[in-house]
């Protein structure tokens, strides 16, 4: 893997696909873990379409020691530094015969800890008492996200389609996108594999029609801190031996 190519992606392209980061037995541990879990809390989402995990690394916290393996730990501390943390974490299960679909879009909100008027934050939404917000937008240029795969993943069972370049745009509205210039990639990645990617990427994901899963941890990160009025839901300094215990 030559980690200079994968870095020029993500700054260029907005995302990049790194294959064989977990090995079989690492993701089956992890599916482990999954399947132990006490699916009947508020933060489980489950419906014949999808099956969701808010603040899976809180709810599953036996997966952390082999989520930021040594492999995970050296990429991120390779193409983005030291001082990058985790502020959102969430299992997505799409079943083999799901018919749900998300059309092109970013990601321009991040998970706080509650509502409060500050300038430059908002709108806010309240899903499932999640709070999420608005951002200034150098916060979401700075942060970043990696999809870990447990299953293959390609067109067919709603693997990521992105527009490449779309995330240095700034705020893209899909009904803006010009199909004359821009083009669509399927972001195809193999299970143990990972996908990283920009927030402001636009992105889309199609329905299931190859009657496989589509099993994905999704994982958000930061170096940006917020005013001391507001808190990220979520706070993982992955890389202290102490914060995953």
Request: net charge negative; hydrophobic share 35%; aromatic share 10%.
């Amino acid at each position: 893997m030559d980690l200079a190519i994968k870095e020029r992606e993500i700054r260029e392209l907005g995302f990049s696909v790194i294959d064989n980061v977990f090995t079989d037995q690492e993701i089956e541990n992890i599916r482990a873990a999954i399947n132990k879990t006490d699916s009947t809390k508020e933060t489980f989402r489950k419906s014949d379409d999808l099956f969701a995990i808010r603040q899976f690394l809180k709810e599953v916290p036996h997966t952390k020691r082999i989520i930021f393996n040594d492999q995970l730990t050296a990429i991120i501390q390779e193409f983005f530094g030291n001082d990058y943390f985790l502020v959102k974490s969430i299992y997505f299960d799409k079943p083999a015969t799901s018919n749900w679909f998300v059309s092109y879009h970013q990601d321009l909100t991040i998970s706080v800890d509650h509502k409060i008027e500050i300038l430059g934050f908002g709108p806010y939404t309240n899903k499932h008492n999640q709070f999420a917000v608005q951002p200034p937008l150098h916060i979401l240029e700075s942060n970043f996200t990696i999809r870990i795969h447990l299953d293959d993943t390609n067109e067919e069972n709603g693997a990521l389609k992105v527009i490449p370049g779309s995330h240095s745009k700034g705020i893209y509205r899909p009904e803006n996108i010009d199909w004359n210039i821009e083009k669509e990639t399927s972001c195809n990645v193999t299970k143990g594999g990972i996908m990283i990617m920009k927030p402001l990427l636009l992105h889309s994901s199609g329905r299931t029609t190859n009657n496989q899963k589509r099993r994905v941890i999704h994982l958000e990160f930061s170096n940006q801190l917020l005013p001391k009025e507001l808190k990220w839901s979520e706070h993982l300094n992955f890389g202290c031996n102490d914060k995953l215990a």
